[in-house]
């Protein structure tokens, strides 16, 4: 592949990953909605679960479909850094390794975090 085509691939992915988001993201901001108008306080119990079972399945997902397509940019990193002649924006993709690293653990830390509260609001 030549640079165009791998500067393309990054595009795909950064898309790839935004677009994972879109999905947890209302789910969280209709149960928020719904926990802000007490509806869980009165819920049965089963109404709970099904709403973490959704939280979870949905979370869980995003963040495989996230992980995904930050390990195939940290192979086009790679693949960026052995273009000859590569144009400036060829250089700051191919540094993105380390960004890429920390985007992982931001994304399993805060997936972990989002869910515990999720179970907060929902439970309590």
Not at 39 to 54: E, G, I, N, R
Request: proline content about 2%.
């Amino acid at each position: 592949m030549d640079e165009k085509d791998l500067l393309s691939l990054w595009n795909v992915k950064r898309t790839q990953l935004i677009s994972a988001l879109i999905s947890p993201t209302l789910i969280l901001i209709a149960l928020f909605v719904i926990a802000s108008f007490g509806v869980f306080a009165t819920a049965p119990d089963a109404a709970k679960y099904l709403t973490l079972s959704a939280v979870s399945v949905t979370g869980s997902i995003a963040i495989i479909c996230q992980i995904a397509a930050v390990r195939e940019a940290q192979a086009l990193v790679l693949d960026l850094q052995k273009i000859e002649n590569p144009s400036a924006l060829a250089i700051k993709v191919s540094q993105s390794g380390s960004l890429l690293k920390m985007l992982t653990s931001t994304i399993i830390m805060n997936g972990i975090a989002t869910f515990g509260l999720a179970v907060w609001v929902v439970v309590v």
